[in-house]
């Protein structure tokens, strides 16, 4: 037996260790914030950047895995062997913080780009792709080996099993699946609720896997903001809350999967008429929420140290022990006289499984003049990957600037009903700007208004951006374009939505439409500086 598969199977079996260190971590934690020990001095700005790799040119790309020396440069191995994630360290949140964090995403891009293309490949800023791999789509998301006894010929050579952690049991290994133990207990936890294969439904298409990797064809940015009082920290959450549909509506950009997941479709301008604007977030619940409400809109916090409790009130998955994975180290440190167990690693790995689309962390890396690791943060989770660099900062800095603007303000937002920021968000998922969004204005009036809502977010973006010292040029560099597809009414899916159309009446089927909208989408967005220069 491999150490991925004993890794897997110790973890389905469960293990009580990890709750009562998660519990023990988040005490230390929760002890640590009463003392002071989270108050910083100046707020911060991080990113998180999902990308994928397409071979060929043009029409005739696909989706294709990344060889392990792309990976030697900036880029980070992420769920899918097709899949790369960039990360901005944080700066502070200031003028020449947000020229930092748009360097470094330039940088570290150029560097990825540079090296894929070595092999062929083509480094893409997209939220989903609409072509296929090589082999297919299902064959390769589906591409999954049984190991150990317990296997079940169903379906031809397709064996749906339920996996698990005892000897006799089968666990199941996605050969286009990084190859971690984290990443594989995660998977064989969710087949196994499941009951050995995953529905996955959006329009135009019902289907199962064997696995989660359909959740890799989305990918997304993750703007941070760490928030330098603690006492200020539900506010700004509960807000963030409430400002997922709008945000959601202007970033949309993953209406479509690959084109061979949609089979022979009867009508298919229907098809694009009603597929829904991001289908990502389709994507990553269905895949986790296995008999649990893993991936949602998180619940509100009414104290700052509700951020750690509601992690070890969440529901456990797939466990793992640091001595595990870090032997090495533990024994060390216990051979130092030190508590291996003392950092919050249990803590962290839960919070890592603590999916909601909005997630408070404690602990980070320190900023010199504004925090140390000790820290409270925002990761604002919803918001897709976009068309170029300058789109990617565009959005991390209105939803950076929105929520301080809020806060600052002393805006009544927060009185909006938390059942009203779900259905907005979940109404921008499906419709993007068109969606039935909810809002409270300044004047404390409930509204559905679009035309009112989309001038507060930006107007108090702006203030929040200039309460944190980032000019006026910095300010319209990054926020014009934004709301530059506010006012054409075109987001980066209701164009892709607009091309796939043309190609269909143009004669092309349904997935030689979508392979041009790509290679036309690959093109602009490398040629553009922004969406905006192309609506």
Same mark, same amino acid.
Request: a negative charge.
């Given at each position: ?218 990918? *997304? ?65 269905? *895949? ?27 529901? *456990? ?24 167990? *003392? ?193």
């Amino acid at each position: 037996m491999t150490d991925h598969e004993s890794l897997v199977r110790r973890s389905l079996a469960g293990t009580g260790a990890f709750d009562e260190r998660v519990r023990d971590q988040a005490d230390r934690l929760t002890d640590a914030l009463a003392d002071g020990a989270f108050d910083n001095a100046a707020a911060t700005l991080g990113l998180e950047l999902e990308v994928y790799a397409l071979a060929g040119d043009g029409a005739d790309c696909s989706l294709a895995p990344i060889p392990d020396d792309v990976y030697e440069g900036p880029a980070d191995k992420e769920l899918g062997l097709h899949n790369a994630e960039l990360n901005a360290a944080p700066s502070e949140f200031d003028d020449d913080g947000v020229a930092a964090q748009a360097a470094e995403i330039e940088r570290d891009l150029a560097a990825t780009r540079e090296r894929a293309r070595e092999h062929g490949l083509a480094i893409v800023l997209d939220a989903m792709p609409a072509v296929a791999p090589a082999e297919g789509t299902h064959a390769y998301l589906d591409d999954v080996e049984v190991r150990g006894p317990g296997g079940r010929d169903t379906e031809g050579d397709r064996p749906v099993v339920v996996p698990g952690g005892d000897p006799d049991d089968p666990v199941l290994v996605a050969r286009n699946m990084r190859r971690d133990p984290r990443y594989g207990a995660l998977d064989n936890v969710a087949v196994r609720r499941a009951g050995g294969e995953i529905d996955f439904a959006v329009p135009g298409v019902e289907t199962g896997y064997r696995t989660i990797l359909f959740e890799s064809l989305a990918t *997304s940015i993750q703007p941070h903001v760490q928030v330098p009082d603690p006492s200020e920290f539900p506010r700004y959450h509960n807000l963030a809350t409430r400002t997922l549909g709008p945000l959601v509506a202007l970033s949309a950009n993953s209406p479509f999967l690959p084109g061979d997941c949609y089979g022979d479709v009867a009508d298919p301008e229907r098809l694009v008429e009603e597929t829904h604007h991001e289908l990502r977030i389709a994507a990553f619940e269905q *895949s986790m929420n296995q008999s649990c409400r893993k991936v949602r809109v998180p619940d509100d916090l009414d104290e700052p140290a509700d951020a750690l409790g509601h992690v070890v009130a969440d529901d *456990s998955f797939a466990p793992f022990l640091r001595e595990w994975i870090e032997r090495e180290a533990v024994e060390e440190e216990g051979q130092k006289g030190g508590d291996p167990t *003392s950092a919050a690693w249990e803590f962290d790995y839960k919070r890592g499984t603590f999916w909601r689309w909005v997630r408070g962390v404690a602990g980070g890396d320190a900023v010199d003049g504004a925090c140390d690791e000790r820290s409270l943060r925002i990761e604002y989770r919803p918001l897709p990957t976009q068309p170029t660099v300058r789109d990617i900062v565009g959005l991390q800095v209105l939803t950076a600037g929105l929520l301080k603007g809020l806060v600052a303000a002393d805006h009544p937002l927060g009185a909006l009903a938390w059942d009203d920021a779900e259905r907005s968000f979940y109404a921008a998922v499906e419709d993007g700007l068109d969606a039935e969004l909810a809002w409270v204005t300044a004047d404390g009036e409930r509204t559905d208004d679009s035309e009112e809502i989309f001038a507060e977010v930006f107007e108090y973006a702006r203030r929040g951006l200039a309460e944190q010292g980032v000019g006026e040029g910095t300010r319209d560099r990054y926020l014009d374009p934004i709301e530059a597809r506010w006012d054409a009414g075109v987001t980066p899916s209701a164009w892709k939505k607009a091309r796939v159309g043309e190609h269909l009446g143009d004669g092309a089927d349904l997935e030689t439409a979508l392979a041009r909208m790509q290679g036309e989408y690959v093109e602009l967005s490398r040629e553009r500086e922004s969406f905006a220069a192309w609506i």
